[in-house]
């Protein structure tokens, strides 16, 4: 694997780590006596903020993996653009897939389906929604970017 593919791997699972703890930290009034943090803070929004750059990283990686950069302005866009077309639109990632996960298929169209909907939380529920809100939203968010990372590390993986 590429040092440049290796390094936006390394983040992205940094980041659903993060998310992880960000989350863990919401719900303990112990871990937040240890940080400082009132009672009744919560971090749910910055727990999807990290959960979306998981899995922003892990596309960066296998589109870096096929020599593919994406850069600013609106990098963000540019990323999920180019997955979009040189990965899931030519169906290059539904045949690696497919030969990862033999008995259950997950279709590219569902990675893709899974970053669309974190770009939007990641907007809407940092920018819009009170922090306490976030729990439902920022639970399903560490779980798709852990399934989203996953998937991604084994296509590279086998490449």
């Not at 871990?31 to 892990?58: M, N």
């Not at 979009?84 to 169906?91: A, I, W």
């Not at 290059?92 to 909907?117: C, P, S, T």
């Amino acid at each position: 694997m590429d040092s440049g593919v290796k390094l936006y791997i390394e983040r992205a699972e940094n980041e659903v780590r993060l998310a992880s703890a960000i989350f863990i930290l919401s719900g303990s009034n112990e871990l937040k006596e240890k940080t400082g943090a009132r009672d009744d803070d919560t971090f749910y929004s910055g727990a999807i903020s990290h959960a979306y750059y998981a899995i922003f990283y892990a596309a960066k990686a296998i589109l870096l993996n096929k020599g593919i950069k994406t850069s600013s302005p609106e990098i963000h866009r540019k990323t999920f653009e180019a997955f979009r077309k040189e990965l899931v639109n030519n169906g290059e990632l539904d045949v690696e897939l497919l030969k990862i996960y033999k008995a259950m298929i997950i279709r590219a169209k569902y990675l893709l389906g899974l970053f669309d909907r974190e770009k939007w939380k990641r907007g809407h529920f940092t920018y819009q929604t009170i922090a306490q809100a976030n729990i439902i939203p920022a639970k399903e968010s560490i779980s798709n970017a852990q399934k989203f990372v996953k998937s991604i590390v084994q296509v590279l993986e086998r490449t």
